[in-house]
């Protein structure tokens, strides 16, 4: 029976979803932080739960050619990547098996064509928005990263997935903070005026949006901090402040006071332009949304005589992508600010073949179905949580030849594959292609094209 500080010989057998190393004592699954599958460790149980146990390593008996140096100097503590201490290409098999097992386990399809995930030639610095929790710390106010499961803050002079503008714009506010003695928020008492730092970079235009998530619409001296960035980083197009004083870990509020600029940047992708206001959705890593985005529109096959959908559509990325092959594209969204964005965004780029409207995917799909708007090919791009059975009860009746979904979990991705692949739904999945959109973290997105059988 394992105990708790009990040190243990394990190899390392298999890796779980988040990145674990895995391991058994007398068949009893350990999950051992930083260990790769063909590793042997000795490792130290810091907690046994009913299932299983975990474990720190204490040292390597065995190391996996695929073992690399972490380049992030507190990867260890921060939470931010899970993946450092793999060479990219083992991260890319990783993923790919990620997808196999969920899809496998989850969804009961077997057989199904998953493609080599498709990395990044130089996968460094290509996030395009960064999002610094603001809290107490030790020696005083901190900004960073929340600590792997923890809300400890960390601080990293440095992070090697973001742009370096966003580290930049960090350290001045912090440097605000700290000289103007301005309260950040603490979560456990609810206290502070400063909780976030979000900043938004156009890789297209250069343009750069900082956003300033409060608990209210006041910032002492904030004129400071505005003239700082203003000099100080170049391409800066919008200075917000985000109204958040609600209880709890959703970062933005619903109210934005424009400070400085436009209120929204500008980002060009695949040949379109795209306006990205502070609430809107858009990914995160722009070199692969167009490769992802790309894949998506070769495996609709579009023509001219054809009506798509596109499900949770935020600014009409995707519903863009497609018009410019279909006849007609629907996008459907529930934040009504990204629908006004996404309207403007056809009219920027001389589309005129689109229509949008803000609402539940699951409510507005059935209403306009119901009104005769029948299409070819439903693109499916939902949230983490997957798609709702009302949606897809629509979709079935609708009954398009094929549907692209895009998914960013391949577990909720799974699930909803194994409802539309039933009897009753019949659709089967022709091709799954795992794409990197987010380089060493456990995160993988796909792109499924199903087809009625």
């Known amino acids: ?52 146990a975990v474990a720190r390593v204490m040292e390597f008996l065995k190391t996996s050619p695929q073992r690399t140096e972490p380049f992030c100097p507190v ?24 997808v196999i097992d969920n899809l496998t386990r989850i969804g009961g399809l077997k057989d199904v064509k998953v493609n080599e995930t498709i990395g990044m030639e130089n996968p460094i610095n290509y996030r395009n928005k960064a999002q610094y929790p603001v809290g107490p710390g030790k020696d005083g106010p901190v900004a960073g ?30 440097g605000f ?12 008492t609810g206290a502070g005026l400063i909780r976030h730092v979000v900043v938004k970079t156009s890789f297209g235009t250069g343009e750069v949006m900082v956003i300033l998530v409060a608990t209210r ?12 960035l203003k000099r100080d980083i170049p391409g800066l197009a919008s200075i917000i402040v985000n109204v958040n004083p609600k209880w709890g870990n959703v970062i933005l509020g619903d109210q934005n006071i ?30 692969q949304t167009e490769v992802l985005y790309n894949k998506a ?32 594209a629907i996008g ?28 539940k995917a699951e409510e507005v799909f059935p209403k306009l179905f119901a009104e005769g708007k029948k299409a070819d090919v439903v693109f499916i791009d939902p949230p983490r949580k997957g798609c709702d059975e009302t949606l897809f009860k629509t979709l079935v009746e609708m009954s398009p030849s094929r549907i692209v979904y895009v998914s960013c979990n391949p577990s909720t991705l799974a699930r909803d594959l194994k409802y539309l692949c039933s009897e009753d739904a019949g659709y089967e999945v022709r091709v799954v292609q795992p794409v990197d959109m987010f380089p060493w973290s456990e995160h993988v997105e796909c792109v499924v094209l199903m087809s009625k059988l």
């Open 1 to 52: 029976m394992l105990t708790k500080n009990s040190i243990v010989k394990l190899d390392i057998t298999g890796m779980t979803h988040d990145g674990l190393g895995v391991g058994r004592v007398d068949g009893f699954a350990v999950f051992v932080q930083g260990a790769i599958d063909g590793e042997i460790v000795l490792a130290k149980i810091i907690k046994v739960l009913k299932s299983y």
């Open 332 to 359: 459907i969204e529930v934040v009504s600010e990204a629908v006004e964005a996404a309207k403007r965004n056809a009219l920027k780029n001389n589309i005129t073949n689109t229509e949008f409207y803000a609402g």
């Open 75 to 98: 990867y260890k503590r921060c939470g931010g990547c899970s993946l450092q201490h793999m060479s990219y290409e083992k991260t890319l098999e990783f993923k790919r098996q990620v």
């Open 217 to 228: 619409p006041e910032i002492p001296k904030i004129n400071k901090l505005t003239e700082r």
């Open 145 to 174: 990263f929340f600590a792997r499961r923890s809300h400890e803050i960390i601080y990293a002079p440095v992070c090697g997935i973001q742009h370096p503008l966003s580290d930049k714009v960090k350290d001045i506010v912090l």
């Open 177 to 188: 903070i700290k000289a103007e003695n301005i309260p950040v928020y603490d979560e456990n």
């Open 297 to 328: 529109i070769e495996y609709a096959k579009l023509n001219r005589n054809e009506t798509v959908y596109d499900l949770y559509c935020g600014i009409g990325t995707i519903t863009l992508f497609a018009a410019r092959k279909a006849g007609r």
């Open 258 to 287: 424009t400070l400085y600029g436009k209120g929204f940047i500008e980002d060009k992708l695949g040949g379109l332009t795209f306006e990205i206001s502070p609430l809107s959705f858009y990914q995160v890593n722009p070199v």
